[in-house]
């Protein structure tokens, strides 16, 4: 398996988080982004790893498995996934869900975003 490399740059991937969710920066050091959900009491904190494995999705057994799965609700799932696309992220080749798009960040992390079904 290997001893991993580097993580991404938390700054770069918290930024990118920040445009696709409209959530302000507020806090950043060497190492270290937090954006927060504004004026509620949620925060996201984007930490450098100094070893790092991307995940693997879906899982696979003895493989990195997810650190972090957010599901984000969207009103318009092609607008969002075009957005969020434009920000960085790719589309899994998975895909368990009529209703809703698994994507990677940056950095291989695993996010959905989905549409509300009657």
């Known amino acids: 398996m290997g001893t991993g490399r580097r993580g991404p740059d938390p700054g770069a991937l918290a930024r990118s988080c920040s445009s696709l969710l409209g959530w302000p920066v507020v806090h950043q050091e060497p190492g270290t982004t937090v954006l927060a959900a504004l004026p509620g009491p949620t925060f996201l904190v984007f930490r450098l790893a100094t070893v790092y494995r991307p995940p693997v999705w879906p899982p696979v057994e003895g493989q990195q498995r997810p650190m972090v799965h957010l599901d984000f609700r ?45």
């Open 74 to 118: 969207v009103g318009d799932l092609d607008a969002a996934v075009a957005d969020a696309v434009a920000l960085g992220a790719t589309g899994a080749e998975s895909q368990p869900r009529d209703h809703g798009r698994v994507l990677l960040d940056p950095a291989g992390h695993p996010f959905c975003l989905v549409v509300d079904v009657d």
